[in-house]
Every structure is written in C-alpha cells, then in structure tokens.
C-alpha cells in the first residue's frame, strides 16, 4: 500500500512510478499515453516549480493524485473528483461489461436502474452507458457529492436518462421498482477507518465507514430492496472485505458472487426471488 517516503498507493494507482508520471504529464498538461521519450524534456523554471509544487502536496501533506488534478478514471472514461466524494474505484468496471448480463432475462428491455451511494455518479454514468434504454437514478445522502454527480453527467451528456437525487440509501428514491439495484456503499469497519493512511482520511468518512463490521448499511440496502425491485430483477453489491461475515449473515439469500482478476471476488448479486418477490 506504501510507496516513496510513506506514500499510500491505491486510491488510483498501485505503483508509485505510475502515479508520479501520471503526475508530471498531467501537470504539465501532456497527454497520459506520451511517447517515454518525453521523460527526456527539459523543463521551465515555472514548469519546473510546479511540478514540485505538486509532488510536495503529494508526498509531504499526502493529499491525493485525483484531489490535486480534479480528476479520475474508471471504465476508460474521466471524472471529476474533488474532496466531497470517494476517489472512483470498483470491481464493477469489470464486472459490469460481460457478467451481469446473463442474469437478467432480456437485458435489452431494461427500463429502470439505480446506483445506491452514486458519490461520484461514475457508476450510474456507466449504468447508462451499458443499458442505453434504461432510466438510471443516482441516489446519495450528500449533497455535496450530488453536486459533483451532476457535473459529470453533464460532462458525459447523459442529462436526459440520468438523475440524482438526494436518499438514504434507497428511502427517498422515487416511487416505482427497478430492474437492477448496484451499490457500492460504504463498507469499511470503523476501527479500519480510523487506522486507515493519511492519503484516504482525506475522502469523506461517510462515504467510507460502515459500523462495527463494515455491514450497517448493506443490512438495511437488502431490506429495503425487497420492496423496490421487479420480478426477475437484481441487487449488486460491493462489500470488499466483508465477503466471510456477508456469507455468514446472508448465505440462504444464495449470493453469486463475481469474479474479478485479482480475485478478490467481493460483488455479489442476490436475484429478487430470493428476496420474497414475486
């Protein structure tokens, strides 16, 4: 998880190289899939001090890549972030593409699906994108993260099947039932959270602790979606790494959980049958 001089990797890189030169191109407003021989550039004097200034902020006062440039990645498509939302970061980008698919009796006459906990709204954005006929509801509780949802809708022009709403969880979602219920909540244990790096206090703790055992808010998410999905409909969870007391808990739910290249594997899906709905 730590890189050069204590820095903590993960929140959108794994190896320091990688999120130093993502850095210096990004600061020095150069493309990210530059040519290496760019590395052998001389800099100004003024692009000089600002790609120290930004390194600085970077090592000594630990603030985030994403924080400093405004700006993340997932599923090949760029967000802006700032401190009022969880760095992107999910399983579901690879998840979404080829495995949920074959769960759903015609995804091609999906009509309604929601992202629990949108924060940023990259996953409802890239819900839109995957069901191109269905309405997507972006639900948080933080205001501020809303408002960073909008810009990115706006900025990929999905205005029109996209919207956010202030919710707890799903209690303030518009009426109706959904097709497919995903959420990526928060799912740390408190006491992990408070020991967490420098790096990741700086994203809001509410988009981050989830109680004692990681699991309050996935309890209430799979109570309340038993009223709120179709017939033959889905609930998507991340829960990290929650998956042994998750099974403990919700093994008779029959959760099928996803694979993922690091395997991890810590999405499930739980069909709306095994909720009650029929």
């Given at each position: 998880?730590?890189?050069?001089k204590?820095?903590a ?15 210096i ?11 290496p ?10 692009e000089?001090?600002?790609?120290m ?7 000594e006062e630990h603030?985030?890549?994403?924080y ?19 760095i ?16 759903l009796?015609?995804?091609n ?115 309340e979606?038993?009223?709120r ?50």
């Amino acid at each position: 998880m730590y890189g050069e001089k204590g820095a903590a990797m993960g929140q959108i890189a794994t190896e320091p190289r990688d999120e130093a030169l993502y850095l210096i191109l990004s600061t020095l407003g150069l493309p990210l899939d530059s040519d290496p021989t760019v590395l052998d550039r001389s800099l100004s004097a003024a692009e000089y001090a600002g790609v120290m200034q930004v390194l600085k902020r970077r090592l000594e006062e630990h603030v985030p890549a994403a924080y400093i440039t405004r700006e993340a990645w997932l599923g090949g498509l760029k967000f802006y972030v700032d401190e009022r939302v969880l760095i992107p970061r999910s399983y579901f980008v690879e998840i979404l593409p080829t495995q949920v698919d074959p769960w759903l009796k015609n995804p091609n006459k999906v009509s309604r699906v929601v992202d629990v906990c949108t924060g940023s709204g990259c996953l409802a954005i890239l819900l839109a994108r995957h069901f191109r006929k269905a309405r997507v509801e972006g639900l948080d509780l933080s205001p501020g993260a809303l408002e960073v949802a909008g810009k990115n809708v706006r900025r990929h022009r999905l205005s029109k099947r996209v919207r956010l709403v202030q919710s707890d969880l799903l209690s303030g979602a518009p009426a109706g039932r959904y097709d497919v219920i995903l959420s990526n909540p928060p799912y740390e244990p408190t006491a992990h959270v408070d020991r967490l790096p420098r790096e990741f206090k700086h994203e809001p703790r509410l988009a981050l602790d989830g109680g004692r055992d990681g699991l309050d808010l996935v309890r209430r998410l799979i109570r309340e979606s038993a009223s709120r999905l179709k017939p033959g409909g889905i609930l998507m969870i991340e829960v990290g790494g929650g998956r042994a007391p998750f099974d403990r808990e919700f093994g008779h739910l029959e959760p099928h959980w996803f694979h993922t290249e690091d395997g991890s594997d810590c999405v499930c899906l739980i069909q709306a049958a095994r909720l009650g709905v029929r």
